[in-house]
Every structure is written in structure tokens, then in C-alpha cells.
């Protein structure tokens, strides 16, 4: 049976792979599967969200389902409205970083985190069946206003927010035109902070710096901190769930890194707790735990797999290397904008800057990268890599491990045809040696 899901949902290229007809029956199966309604129905800022938004809520009502849509907002706002507001589920239509011509439904169970992946297999099943479960009388679809109010709300509600408001922090967004532009600068206005912002603009087309905050492309993020004199700087994704930082110095953070920061300073003031991250991230986060009596839980890569880990296992914190962080007081999910807020919160209680407070940090250095891929070719990558001498994980690709503070992985994206490569290591110019050594190893055995 072939595969729908990828690591994140159902995507594809509008009017190609993700055509009309197969949204409509990829909707009636995660409503066949959901039973139950009201669904809420959201979307990102993409210029074909829209048009699908009335195929999803067509498509449920055919089955019997009444759907209540909310409009324009991130997907953690739909994913915390859904448990918060009582739905029998929720679906998001975004494809997240991907480019421009993609884009996708991400389905969230009552609870509002993303259904898991033996749920996936069961909406699956059911699509490759055609065996839609339909009530005997139509659904109606509605409009439901509540959704950024009680998902802003559920934010301030988990940090100090009086605390936050003596500091008077200036805070410098790039919204990337993506969809936390409805809802970031809400959140900071109400936190007492003064704004910076640039690509606030929503548009589709994401023709500010692209849909994904990556180092290369955050220049001008830096620059505007350094020039703004701002504390902090905060990049989010198209759908508005990952964030990546700036420190007040204009450095611009890794995933890693900033998870780290707000882990220790979570774990500090809730020891004894569970974090749960997945194989290729940073292994500085074992120390930190350790520090704390807390216990470090790893998973294959894929938010759906952090997110339903955390729940199993009430943990505290769940992160990615690619700057989702997962707050379990709030909602197990990845959140761009209450990231945010538990960095103010942080900054606030300890009166240091966000570059002191990066400078205490384990040392440790992390890279990554990809390349074009097919699974032939990284069948080919997998079995050159098998011979290297090193202790190999094979949960999700492969990882090595070289020595104590280096490792090297790759693994093939569940979202697009690439192999994504990463590795860490304790000083910059080792991590450079590893990284290029193991990407001219990989790109030959693909053929590249």
C-alpha cells in the first residue's frame, strides 16, 4: 500500500499530486475515521489554502459531519483550539516549510495533538477502501471566531506574564509571511513588548526570505536586531509551529541551541521531569537533564513522534533540531509563538541577556544539510555506510556515532525526495572535517 503520510502530514504540489479529488477523499477518510464532529478547519497563507478550505468542509459535510472553520491562523492556534474548544477533531491545510506550490492537511485528534502514526495507517486503510462512514443527514459548516483569542490566552496563561511586562522587551519578528503574523505580534503587544517586524505581510508566495527560517536566510533578521538595538530576535516558519532565535548580538541560533536554553531553564524549575527528542538532535541535552534528575527519551525524526512520546509519557518537553519545541503544559505540539513567550519568560526572570544566558551553555556544534534523493539512492547510501567501523543506530536512517562528542546521520526526508544529512561535534572545525568527509561520502555513494 503506498505511503500518504509523509513526516508530517499529507502533502503534495497543488493540481498535481495534490489534486481537487484527492483532497476530497483523503477528508472523507480522516472524517470516517473521526466519527465524530464538529471539525474544526483552519489554513495557512498559501494561495490555494482557501480553495481547499471549502473542499475540506464540503467534503465533511457529505459524510454527515458538521465543521466549523477559523480561518486564517498557525497551526499550533488550531491544534490547542481543537482540545481547548471541545472538537471532535481538527484539520489544518499547510505544508508548512515546503515551497510555494505545495500544500497539505495535517489532521489533529480531540486531544490537539497531531493523530499518531497507527492512526495514520487507519485514515489510510480506509482512503485505499473507499469505505466512507456517512450519516444519514448532511453536515453544515460554520465559522468559529474564538480560535486566536483562546490560543493567545493559553500562552499567557503558562509564563509570568506580569514579569514579562516590567521588562518592556523589544522583541524583532520575521514573520516570513507566514501565517504567526495574525497572531506573534498579538501576543508580544500583550506581553508589553515593544515590536520590530519585517515580512509581515501574509502572502503565499513567501517572497520575503522563503517559507523556512534557515541561518543563510536571516540576515536581515540579524542585521534589524543588531541595528534596532533589540533583545531578541524570532524567525517562525509558513505554518507558524517552528521558530528560530536571534540572540541580542545578532547571532542567529540553531534549533538545538535555543532548545536548550529554554530546557535547562524549564528543568530547573520543574526537575525530575521528561523531555523527549528525536535520533539527530543535539546529544548536549543528556547533560543538561542529568543536572536535574531528568530523563532523556529519543525518538525516530518527526513531530508526530515526539508529540504522541510526550503524551504517553507526560513529559515536560519535547524539541526538534529544526526549531520545534514542545511546551506539555501547554500542548504537546510544536508551538512557534509560545517558544517565544517562554523565552521572554526566561529573560525576564533572570535579567541576563540572551547572549550571556547562550554563552553558559554546554559547548557543542551542530550542522546540517541535503541533497537531491531518491530511496534507490539511499539504499545505496545505507549499505556504504553499514562498512564505516563506528556503533550505528539504525532507529531512522543512519546514525554513527565517531567518538564521545561527535556523530554523523542521514536519512531520507518523509516529506521530500532529499536525504538529509547531520552531524555534532565539540569544536567548529571538527564538525567541519566530519561533515564534509561524510556529505562527499553520501553524494558519492547517490551518485551525485
Known sequence: MARLF???GVRGVFGDTLTLDFVSDITSSIGTFFRKGPILVGYDGRDSSKILSKIVCSSLGALGLDSMLCGLVP?????????????????????SH?????????PTASDGVEISRQDELKVETIYFKKRWHTLENPGSTGHDSRAIKTYLDGIKSKVNSKRIRKQKFKVALDLGNGAQAVTAPLLCKELGCNVVAINEKIDGKFPGRGSEPTPQNLGRLSHMVVKSG???GIAFDGDGD????????????????SALLISRFLLTEHPRSKVVTTINSTSAIEQIAKGTDSTVLRTRVGSVEVS????????????????????????QVRDGAMTLALVLDLLSKTNMTMAEEMSSLPQSFTTKGKIECSKDDFKKILHTLKNEPYKK????????????SS????????TEPIARIYAESSSEDKLEQIFDKYMSKIKRAAGR
Not at 242 to 257: A, P, Q, V, Y
Request: aromatic share 10%; glycine share 14%; hydrophobic share 35%.
Open 230 to 232: 533589540a533583545d531578541l
Open 6 to 8: 509523509g513526516t508530517n
Open 407 to 414: 556523530w554523523v546521520m542521514v536519512r531520507l526526508s518523509g
Open 393 to 404: 543506530d539504525l532507529t531512522d536512517g543512519i546514525k554513527m556515532f565517531l567518538d564521545n
Open 75 to 95: 497551526t499550533p492556534c488550531l491544534q490547542y483550539a481543537t482540545k481547548k474548544l471541545g472538537y471532535g477533531g481538527g484539520i489544518m491545510i499547510t505544508a
Open 98 to 106: 515546503n515551497p510555494p506550490e505545495y500544500n497539505g492537511l495535517k
Open 242 to 257: 517552528r521558530s528560530i532565535f536571534c540572540d541580542n548580538k545578532g547571532n542567529i541560533l540553531t534549533g538545538d541551541r
Open 308 to 331: 504522541r512520546k510526550m503524551v504517553q509519557e507526560k513529559a515536560l518537553i519535547g524539541f526538534e533540531e529544526n526549531g520545534g519545541f514542545m511546551y506539555g503544559r501547554h500542548n
